[in-house]
């Protein structure tokens, strides 16, 4: 009974996670949000619309994608679905899979996204409003090189389950490094005032969003980490592990859910996005 629960738990949050993702068409007032106002000219509302409903829809695709990897994996291989630390925690591979799918699927969109500078491209003192995100990006960084340092231990120790979570987790890491970048540096073509306005408030959902992913994969890279490592002293690694699954997924969650491409909660027109 107990490891029945343990693989439903999972498996509910990602349905929560699949069931938010499926939301693919976006609404007029998730158009107002990203584009600033209630009164979005036509020509920007297509624009909005389409970058909403690819994110929407690469998130939705990576995700289940993630999800058929994990299982495919675990019945070829193993012969079952990991359920998690011996049975004890609730994190388990699909879960983690399918979470890391949403997360490459969004930004594999953003990087779509970003399309090559086109027309003439000038030169301007003007310095660029600061992004957000960046605090986030250096805690992930932090997290990602903790994950690296207890693999290293878990090696030194004759463990080497962390090894194929680490490669995969900071592969994914460096993957929203690079997006981030080309988020940041990308080349502004000459814009109308207008067209400038909406390319910044693009700009700026990019910039956090893709921040808040990566630092959800990395606190999910440590944590598997954490969930895989193997240690003689099993009478206080258990516990630590169950601790470090639960707060790891707890936080992973919610930095996805930041990130998601949907006004927060209470939002009405007139206020910037989050």
Known sequence: MGSAVLLVVPLLLLAVLVAAAARVRPSPHDVAWLAGGSLVPADEETVVRRYLAR??????????????????VGIRWY???????????????????????VVVGALVAESFRLPRVRGPVSASLAPREPLPGAPH?????GVATGAVAVTVLALALGSTGPVVACVLGVAVVGLAELTRARVVGRRRPVLTPRAERLD??????????????????????????????????AAWWGPVQVVAVLAGLVVSVVQLLAARPRPPRGWEPGWAPA
Request: hydrophobic share 55%.
């Open 79 to 101: 012969g079952t679905v990991r359920v998690g630390v011996g049975d004890l925690s609730p994190l388990a591979d699909v879960l983690f899979l399918g979470v890391a799918g």
């Open 200 to 233: 910044a408030r693009l700009r700026a959902f990019a910039a956090g969003s893709v921040a808040h992913l990566e630092l959800s994969t990395a606190v999910l890279t440590l944590t598997w980490v954490v969930s895989t490592a193997v240690t003689a002293d």
């Open 55 to 72: 994110h929407r829809t690469h998130r939705l695709v990576g995700g289940l994608l993630g999800v058929a990897l994990a299982v495919v």
């Open 137 to 141: 990006v250096r805690v992930a960084r």
